[in-house]
Structures are given as C-alpha cells and as structure tokens.
C-alpha cells in the first residue's frame, strides 16, 4: 500500500511540475515519462508465502516493472510497469517459476 501511495504522489508532483510550465521551453533537458500500465494476471499454483516471494522477486527484478502485487487468495498477481515491457516476458518468468498462467 505503501509502493501506491508514494507512486501516487510522484505522479502528482510531476504533473505539478509539468503543467506549471518551464522557462525553458526549447532546452535540451530530456524528458521524463511518467506513463504506468497496471496489468493484472490470473495465476494458478500458488499456495504459500514461498509462492508469493517467488513471483515478487522474479518479476521484480525486471526492466521496466515498477511494482508487483501477489494476491494468494484471489490467484491475481499484478504487475505496475513501463509501456515498453513485454508482458509476455512477464508470463514466461512467473511459468518458468512453476506456476500456470491460463
């Protein structure tokens, strides 16, 4: 809940920031995206916390994923990431785990 909150506020400072205009409006500075894809997957095969820290290390560790949530009950892992990751990548390292994703 904490990860949400502090993602939330972050997006809200930049929008902040950003609508308020720069001096600069031709300057070479890069700009940052602040765009986020909330994909949420149904995956069968976990039971145990062991399950949980599993998936949450693997996909974490990828480039381009910005938060990971397990819900052991509900069988949902969801994934907050960047445009540019393959959601296919994703669903190949939670199946290379040992888990099934229908």
Do not use: Y
């Not at 069968?44 to 974490?60: K, P």
């Amino acid at each position: 809940m904490k990860r949400v909150i502090i993602f939330t506020l972050l997006i809200t400072m930049a929008f902040v920031l950003t609508a308020c205009g720069s001096e600069k409006e031709n300057s070479s500075e890069p700009t940052i995206s602040l765009t986020a894809i909330i994909t949420e997957l149904t995956v069968w095969g976990m039971s145990c916390s062991r399950c949980v820290n599993s998936i949450t290390s693997t996909v974490s560790a990828m480039d381009g994923v910005i938060d990971v949530s397990v819900d052991l009950r509900a069988e949902k892992v969801t994934v907050t990431h960047t445009p540019e990751l393959d959601i296919a990548l994703v669903k190949s390292a939670i199946t290379g785990e040992g888990f099934q994703i229908p």
